[in-house]
C-alpha cells in the first residue's frame, strides 16, 4: 500500500528564514512525487514535481529513494509563501494521487 | 493551459437535499476525473473515480448510493450528494488528468457544501 506522511501539521518561520517542509512516502513501486500548494482561498497547484527537478518559486525538492523523502525546501522564506502544501504521490502520471495531511506553513514579517 | 470548471462553488441547503456539483473540462477531453473531499485542515481523500461511459470506481467506505457520480460526457462529471445531511458538509474537489503541459492533473476550485 501506498502512504504519504508529513509529519508537521504547522510550520511558522520568519521572513528570510530557511524553511523546510518534510514527505516521507512508502511504496514499493517507483513512484511518482509531487508537492502541491493551495494559497488562501484558491484551487489547489501543482508547485513541484519530482521528475522536472525544477526550482519553482526558490523551492526545490530532491526525492531521495534511500530514506524515502521528498522533503520541500527554500533558503530564505517569503511571506507570500504562506499557504498550505500538500505532498502527493501517485503510481503513474495521470493516476490518482495520494496525498499527505498536509502542512500549513506561515511565514512572519 | 488546460482548465477544470467546477460549479456550484458553494452550496447551503437544507438537510436531507440532493446536490449536484458538476466538473467540467474546458479545453480538453477528460476520459477519467476523481473526485476528493477535503475536511477542514486536512488531507484530501479520494472519494471516487469517475470514468466516462461507464461506472465509477468507489473508494472502499464510500457510500456509491449516497454519492452518485455521473460521466456520461468528455467534459462533464457530476457528483450528486443524495439526501445530503450534516455530516455531510465538507469541500469537494474534482480533478482531472491532462497529457500535456506540465501539471499531469488539473484541479477545479472545489465545492463548499454546507448542510443545516
Known amino acids: 500500500a501506498q502512504r504519504v506522511t508529513q509529519p508537521e501539521k504547522l510550520l511558522s518561520v520568519f521572513k528570510g528564514a530557511p524553511v523546510e517542509l518534510k514527505c516521507n512516502y512508502s511504496y514499493s513501486g517507483s513512484p511518482e512525487l509531487f508537492w502541491y500548494v493551495q494559497y488562501s482561498r484558491q484551487r489547489l497547484q501543482l508547485l513541484l514535481r519530482?521528475?522536472s527537478r525544477e526550482s519553482i518559486k526558490g523551492f526545490t525538492a530532491d526525492l531521495n529513494k534511500g530514506e524515502t523523502s521528498f522533503h520541500l525546501k527554500k533558503p530564505f522564506a517569503q511571506e507570500e509563501d504562506s499557504a498550505m502544501y500538500y505532498c502527493?504521490?501517485?503510481?503513474?502520471?495521470?493516476?490518482?494521487?495520494?496525498f499527505g495531511r498536509g502542512t500549513q506553513l506561515t511565514v512572519w514579517p | 493551459g488546460a482548465v477544470v470548471s467546477q460549479h456550484p462553488s458553494w452550496v447551503i441547503c437544507k438537510s436531507g437535499t440532493s446536490v449536484k456539483i458538476e466538473c467540467r473540462s474546458l479545453?480538453?477531453?477528460?476520459?477519467?476525473m476523481f473526485w476528493y473531499r477535503q475536511f477542514p485542515k486536512q488531507s484530501l481523500m479520494l472519494m471516487a473515480t469517475?470514468?466516462?461511459?461507464?461506472?465509477?470506481?468507489?473508494e472502499q467506505g464510500v457510500e456509491k448510493d449516497k454519492f452518485l457520480i455521473n460521466h456520461a460526457s468528455l467534459t462533464l462529471s457530476t457528483l450528486t450528494v443524495t439526501s445530503a445531511h450534516p455530516e455531510d458538509s465538507s469541500f469537494y474537489i474534482c480533478s482531472a488528468p491532462v497529457r500535456r503541459g506540465n501539471q499531469p492533473q488539473h484541479f477545479g476550485d472545489g465545492t463548499r457544501l454546507s448542510i443545516l
Open positions: 479545453d480538453f477531453q477528460a476520459t477519467t
Open positions: 502527493a504521490l501517485s503510481r503513474s502520471t495521470l493516476g490518482r494521487l495520494y
Open positions: 469517475s470514468n466516462e461511459g461507464s461506472k465509477a470506481t468507489y
Open positions: 519530482h521528475i
